[in-house]
């Protein structure tokens, strides 16, 4: 475990930079997309056609996933390189990939635009109706391939760099559970490892998803829609689990810097970690709650495998988090902030979501607003937060900006009131029955029109905290950026 | 690298074009002109007068008012899919049982040339009984066309082969109203006691609909109401085997 700050330059440095300023010149472009979304939920652009509400959704979702999963990547990648040697080369490949794969996804909304949501549910693509052409959904499950190429080449490799300094028990830390402390593991290498076989198998999922896909349109059968479901939420849910596992993992690794404590691993965080990495495959069936059609023992492990995966690698991480933090003499700055509240932001959208998997709940909040509340909460509230913190702890070493200590509260509130806020209509929607993905709410459903009004104040303080943070933290990486090229 | 970044980019082109060119052809079931079920199902059929030899002046809702039907729609001279699939669902019907108690099958000619003697004679060429339980009947063409637009069955004049084009299928119908549709030349025994099943108020889960599915990930059997896993339930292994597998591969042959 690093429980000092960098010190050298990583030679994956110059390429973090790049990775993390992509991310960061994407994520206000997404969140204005969401305003967007909310901002038509409103009743405020009524002449506008709900295509572009499910078109735009379409990107804002896969968009802010796929931003955050390669944002995730790119600092754990950083990071490792502190015990292992990522390949600079594949990080690039991964990245001409991912340029790739959101051309051909900007093109395929945009201009195609084609709403099938992150999740593209079969049959939908397949389906349009004449409301896109057919060379959209091409164009998206081109993008959707490319993507998962570059991502698992990456993913591979990142377990390359693992294997070649530790075991796979070592890795996995099955010497701490059998009591054993040597070799020291970073906690670090243990999630990163948990979470790369966990995301291959995600992508494999999407592999075999695609090829289905290619082989209905070329072969003229059909598929079975319970089991294209299933490997559409293995992958989905399994992408969206590591991109936090891989934030948490940035916590894990940063934070006792800050806390001026060590975080190392013992036998419990072995033990989590490995549970999860069995757990993770089956949670996604939670998903499937109100597909009779699926049997009902995969509910019952669906509804298990829920509950379960909560307690090892949040409850061990968040009660971890605490331990490191109570009574430290914990340094306050932005990524220290930042890291907390992710935690916490994790935390609270965790609870949600252990909510809405217990079956009797789901039966009532399926398809309604507290859906997108609870997985909001993780990722605003939660993963991106992290990942801000590692974007800025990045541009500050070796920037020698000093950090204004009024601007950095000022950020944090608005980031924290105008999410939270945001959120609040989320979860009240939900648990007043207002359904999710209506471009315009009906009668019946009209409250969630002023819910979405009062959302757009909220999404606009988020948005003015989110200028400040980008302002601070952009200059400070260009200012690192421009010393370490001239260093070198 | 210019040049495997130009394969690359004419590999990803060639394969959007390959899988634009699949739905230009419409690799859908959509193609094949079956109807589609969840467009007709719960819709009413109208209550239109049917002649047979035994009885010229009969209403459809004197057949469906007391038991359910299976209604199907076939013509005399045909010399395609009608007699094979008469044959088949009255063999399949020997099979499933509950014929006369849990439901009756219903015969209408669509082609206006039939007469009810016709009809008889094609029942009597099929072997099957006029007991009551088996109505082949006829009726005025614009009448049929109704029912047959109401069910989504549909049937075109081949003038150069001198017969109709036509699908081979049944509507479950219950009070009038359709409950399902079985689509297919062959009448498959599981699929006809779903419908039985779900005529006499049965909760049918689940049920494949028509088309070729390469992987299915269970199989309803409604005999002991039981699914049971299919191919398709494998490829969920896949994903998790896959990786561990390759990460096991990938330490093992690490050099360290």
């Given at each position: 475990m690093a429980d000092t700050l960098d010190s050298a330059p990583s030679p994956y440095r110059g390429l973090t930079f790049v990775w993390i300023l992509t991310v960061l010149a994407l994520f206000p472009i997404l969140v204005i997309l969401g305003f967007f979304l909310r901002a038509l939920q409103a009743d405020?652009?009524?002449?506008?056609?709900?295509e572009w509400f499910y078109a735009v959704m379409t990107l804002h979702g896969l968009g802010m996933v796929g931003t955050w999963y390669v944002g995730s990547m790119a600092g754990v990648s950083y990071l490792l390189s502190r015990y292992v040697k990522p390949s600079v080369v594949i990080s690039r490949i991964a990245f001409g990939a991912t340029l790739l794969g959101v051309v051909l996804l900007l093109a395929c909304t945009l201009?195609?635009?084609?709403?099938?949501?992150?999740?593209?549910?079969?049959?939908l693509p397949l389906h349009s109706k004449g409301v896109w052409p057919a060379w959209a959904t091409a164009a998206f499950l081109g993008s959707l391939g490319v993507f998962g190429v570059g991502w698992t080449i990456w993913s591979l490799d990142l377990l390359r760099a693992i294997a070649q300094r530790y075991s796979f028990s070592a890795a996995m830390a099955w010497h701490y559970l059998r009591?054993?402390?040597?070799p020291e593991v970073p906690p670090l290498v243990l999630i990163v490892t948990v979470s790369m076989v966990s995301s291959l198998a995600g992508f494999v999922a999407a592999v075999v998803l695609l090829v289905l896909y290619v082989l209905e349109l070329l072969g003229g059968f059909n598929n079975d829609a319970l089991l294209m479901k299933n490997l559409t939420f293995f992958f989905g849910h399994v992408l969206v689990n590591i991109t936090m596992y891989l934030g948490v993992a940035v916590v894990y690794e940063l934070l006792p810097a800050y806390a001026g404590r060590p975080w190392k691993t013992n036998k419990i965080m072995a033990l989590a970690w490995n549970t999860v990495l069995f757990l993770v495959m089956f949670?996604?069936?939670?998903?499937?709650?109100?597909?009779?059609?699926?049997?009902q023992w995969l509910q019952y492990l669906g509804q298990i495998s829920s509950y379960l995966i909560s307690v090892p690698a949040a409850v061990v991480s968040i009660f971890g988090a605490l331990l490191l933090v109570y009574r430290s003499r914990m340094r306050w700055n932005l990524v220290s902030l930042l890291m907390c509240f992710g935690v916490m932001g994790w935390a609270i959208g965790g609870v949600a979501a252990v909510i809405d998997s217990t079956v009797a709940v789901n039966l009532r909040f399926?398809?309604?607003l507290w859906v997108p509340a609870h997985f909001h909460t993780y990722y605003l509230m939660g993963v991106v937060l992290m990942i801000l913190a590692f974007a800025y702890y990045l541009g500050e070493q070796g920037s020698g900006i000093a950090e204004r200590q009024g601007l950095t509260k000022l950020i944090v509130a608005l980031i924290v009131l105008g999410g939270y806020g945001f959120l609040m209509m989320f979860y009240y929607g939900g648990a007043h029955s207002?359904?999710?993905?209506?471009?315009h709410y009906p009668e019946e459903v009209s409250q969630g029109i002023g819910q979405a009004r009062v959302a757009l104040v909220f999404i606009s303080l988020l948005l003015v905290g989110l200028a400040l943070y980008l302002w601070e933290t952009a200059r400070r990486c260009f200012k690192a950026l421009s010393a370490s090229s001239a260093s070198s | 690298m210019r040049w495997s970044l130009d394969s690359f980019c004419r590999t990803v082109t060639l394969l959007l074009a390959l899988v634009a060119r699949g739905f230009a052809q419409g690799?859908?079931?959509?193609?094949?002109?079956?109807?589609?079920e969840a467009r007709y199902l719960n819709n009413a059929l109208p209550d239109i007068r049917v002649q047979t030899i035994e009885r010229p002046d009969l209403r459809l809702s004197d057949l469906w008012g007391d038991q359910p039907v299976l209604l199907t729609m076939v013509f005399a001279?045909?010399?395609?899919?009608c007699s094979p699939f008469l044959r088949s669902l009255k063999s399949t019907v020997d099979r499933v049982g509950g014929l006369g108690l849990d439901y009756r099958v219903v015969v209408l000619s669509f082609?206006?040339?039939?007469s009810p003697a016709d009809m008889a004679s094609l029942a009597r060429h099929l072997g099957?009984?006029?007991?009551?339980n088996w109505v082949f009947g006829t009726s005025e063409p614009a009448q049929v066309q109704r029912v047959a637009a109401g069910m989504g069955f549909w049937f075109t004049w081949n003038a150069e082969r001198e017969q109709f084009d036509h699908p081979a299928m049944i509507a479950g119908v219950r009070h009038g109203q359709i409950l399902r549709l079985l689509i297919g030349g062959t009448v498959a025994p599981v699929r006809l006691r779903e419908v039985v099943d779900e005529l006499n108020?049965?909760?049918?889960?689940a049920y494949p609909l028509p088309g070729k599915a390469l992987f299915r990930c269970f199989q309803y059997d409604p005999a002991t109401q039981k699914y049971r896993p299919d191919w398709g339930f494998l490829l969920l292994f896949l994903p998790g085997s896959v990786a561990l597998f390759g990460t096991f591969w990938i330490f093992r042959t690490a050099r360290r």
């Open positions: 405020y652009m009524t002449k506008l056609r709900p201009i195609g635009r084609l709403g099938v949501g992150w999740y593209f549910l079969y049959p009591g054993k402390q040597n949670a996604y069936l939670h998903h499937l709650y109100m597909d009779f059609a699926q049997p399926h398809n309604t207002v359904p999710r993905r209506y471009a | 690799g859908t079931s959509d193609a094949v002109g079956l109807p589609d001279r045909c010399a395609g899919i082609d206006p040339k039939d099957i009984p006029s007991d009551g108020g049965g909760f049918v889960k």
